[in-house]
């Protein structure tokens, strides 16, 4: 990797959201391809602190920030990719669901999966079921469905969501994969639910959307 | 052994009598009351020792979004816990946004927040409890505001995984350091553990804190009440000084606890 690549992996990783735009602007002169900048350099950052975040050598505070000087780096770049035709890797829509109006965790997930390529459409917080299945209706082009619940008393809302989004999978036979997490949710509990997968923290949520996203485009 | 009988979970026990609590579940004091009431009774009945109001949720913040008075639903779910007949902990959780840098929220925003609920709320119950909380600052300025509004006795409660962090990073060993600092009467956890999985984190505070100790974890998953009250007693026999319960616990579950600390004693 270059020098210059390597210095906005660095700025990522630890977080260095006034010094991240500047670098990326400096990489783009200095003729490093815009792809490359994205793929290599802020996607590998957030991959590294995914990691490190697992392995709790970091928390919650160190990944907010690391994400947001990405945010920062990908508004001065997105011309550029714009211009180099680079095209997120897949579609997800998330949101807390009803009733609950817990936005930490989701905002963190949103992130990580947004860190990993996605795009990634936030439908906030207390989401009535009906709007993430209408915002299905209207693009077709979403591939993936995250739901969040922070509360004990908001998994009957996941139950709920994930019921419809199964019906509206069964009667249109669309191929979509759907994601729950949240303090209180289990493995146990999405398999119960009907949900394709779950990831117990932030880091692996972005994995486990690119899995699902393999998975769809293996035809499972 | 003469451990103090908190009382379990709220929000699990009166969803499984109303249903859904809605979207501002702090709201079922007025809408529910009678509901509400009656968990605090039976609480009371099972022999719970001190009652924690239905105000976890309470904040000015929430107020302005679910337009109610804050001073209102304060007196109104401390006088529905009054009807049990036992003292009151006032219950505050975290508010459920972040600090800046990595969050919104300036320091004083979040002491307005707290100060707000504890002027109006702490005057007529006779503890407060801070509880469920995960950031040492969102902590320290909430254990500033108690100090600087009330003069009633603070509990303080995080909540932790199994190695002893908060999801924000801070340690047993950080967090009892800060209650001290900050002149907790009782500092302790709940949630997220059941108390088979929190034994390492009660040993860490044993070993790093005088502070009497209060354990509130969540029931065993696809256990009873039996099973939650015998693991309960490992606290107990080391000296935790309040024992209660989290999600998923019920009177039943008091009940147990409290015969097994009374059949110990």
């Not at chain 2, 925003?109 to 040492?136: K, N, W």
């Not at chain 2, 070993?207 to 509130?216: E, F, H, M, N």
């Amino acid at each position: 990797m270059s020098e210059k690549l390597q210095a906005i992996k660095t700025a990522v990783e630890n977080g260095k959201v006034k010094v991240v735009a500047g670098l990326v602007e400096e990489a783009l002169a200095a003729g490093e391809g815009a792809k490359e900048i994205l793929n290599e350099a802020m996607i590998g950052a957030m991959s590294v602190v995914g990691e490190k975040f697992k392995n709790n050598e970091i928390f919650v505070p160190e990944m907010l920030i690391a994400a947001r000087a990405m945010k920062k780096g990908v508004e001065v770049l997105a011309p550029a990719l714009k211009d180099a035709g680079s095209e997120p890797i897949g579609k997800l829509i998330i949101g807390t669901v009803a009733g609950d109006l817990h936005d930490i965790g989701k905002n963190l997930v949103a992130m990580m999966i947004e860190g990993a390529g996605f795009e990634v459409l936030d439908l906030g917080v207390d989401v009535p079921t009906e709007k993430f299945v209408d915002t299905l209706k209207e693009d077709p082009s979403i591939q993936i469905v995250a739901l969040s619940a922070l509360l004990t008393t908001t998994m009957p809302a996941m139950k709920d969501a994930t019921d419809a989004l199964n019906a509206y999978r069964k009667e249109t036979g669309r191929k979509l994969k759907i994601l729950v997490g949240g303090a209180p949710i289990t493995q146990a509990y999405a398999d119960e639910i009907g949900a394709d997968g779950y990831s117990e923290d932030a880091a692996s949520a972005a994995e486990l959307a690119k899995k699902a996203l393999a998975d769809l485009k293996a035809g499972k | 052994m003469n451990a103090i009988l908190l009382d379990g979970s709220m929000g699990l026990y009166l969803q499984s009598k109303i249903g859904d609590l809605g979207k501002y579940p702090e709201l079922t004091n007025i809408s529910h009351a009678s509901q509400v009431r009656e968990i605090h009774a039976e609480y009371a009945a099972a022999g719970a020792q001190i009652t924690t109001s239905n105000t976890f949720l309470v904040s000015p913040y929430r107020s302005t979004l679910a337009e109610y008075d804050i001073t209102q639903m304060l007196m109104k779910s401390l006088t529905n816990a009054l009807s049990a007949g036992l003292p009151i902990a006032l219950d505050i959780g975290p508010l459920g946004r972040l600090l800046e840098p990595y969050g919104e929220l300036s320091a004083d925003d979040v002491y307005a927040e707290f100060a707000a609920v504890i002027s109006a709320g702490a005057p007529v119950a006779d503890y407060v409890l801070l509880e469920t909380f995960a950031d040492l600052r969102e902590i320290e300025i909430a254990l500033r505001a108690a100090n600087e509004c009330c003069s009633k006795p603070v509990f303080v409660t995080a909540t932790f995984r199994a190695d002893g962090t908060t999801y924000m990073g801070a340690t047993v060993e950080q967090f009892a350091a800060c209650a001290n600092m900050c002149g907790a009467n009782v500092v302790g956890f709940n949630c997220t553990l059941n108390p088979l999985e929190a034994r390492e984190v009660f040993d860490r505070f044993k070993a790093c804190t005088d502070i009497p100790l209060l354990v509130q974890p969540n029931q065993i998953e696809g256990a009873g009440a039996d099973e939650f009250a015998d693991a309960m007693m490992w606290y107990v026999e080391r000296g935790a000084a309040y024992v209660g319960g989290c999600c998923g616990t019920t009177p039943a579950h008091i009940k147990a606890l409290g015969d097994r600390i009374r059949d110990a004693s």
